[in-house]
């Protein structure tokens, strides 16, 4: 049985989808922009828009019962290559601060536009161990 997931900590969808699915066994998030939840805003800065957009997918997964620990595989999309060093600082520190052991598996892809044209987009695939 699929179950919708929701959560006013992070952005309401912004087309027609919803912001995850829980699956029981496994929970998958929606592309996660930087849009700051509470005020709408996104950051100009690359390093803020990463940690804003894993924040909002932390809060999906969470929405579900789970946690960053259980977090197995990450899709992050980025307008500009150029950001990887970046994003992967913030990425890193993120996971170290959640006291993760292991890193999720994950795929960096450059696109040519996200929506809102923020600088990253990221989504999550978590499972109920």
Do not use: W
């Not at 959560?7 to 995850?20: H, N």
């Not at 997964?61 to 913030?90: H, P, Q, R, W, Y």
């Amino acid at each position: 049985m699929t179950k919708v997931l929701h959560t006013e900590s992070a952005p309401a969808a912004i087309g027609p989808y919803v912001q995850g699915v829980d699956l029981g066994s496994m929970v998958m998030t929606s592309g996660q922009i930087p849009v700051n939840p509470t005020t709408g805003e996104v950051a100009a800065d690359i390093a803020e828009q990463a940690l804003q957009s894993l924040n909002n997918v932390k809060a999906v997964v969470e929405s579900s019962g789970l946690s960053v620990a259980d977090i197995v595989k990450m899709t992050v999309f980025v307008k500009d290559l150029n950001d990887f060093g970046t994003v992967n600082e913030v990425y890193g520190k993120f996971f170290d601060d959640h006291n993760v052991a292991n890193y999720p598996a994950r795929s960096c892809v450059e696109v040519a536009r996200l929506p809102k044209d923020v600088g990253i987009e990221i989504e999550a695939i978590a499972v109920r161990k």
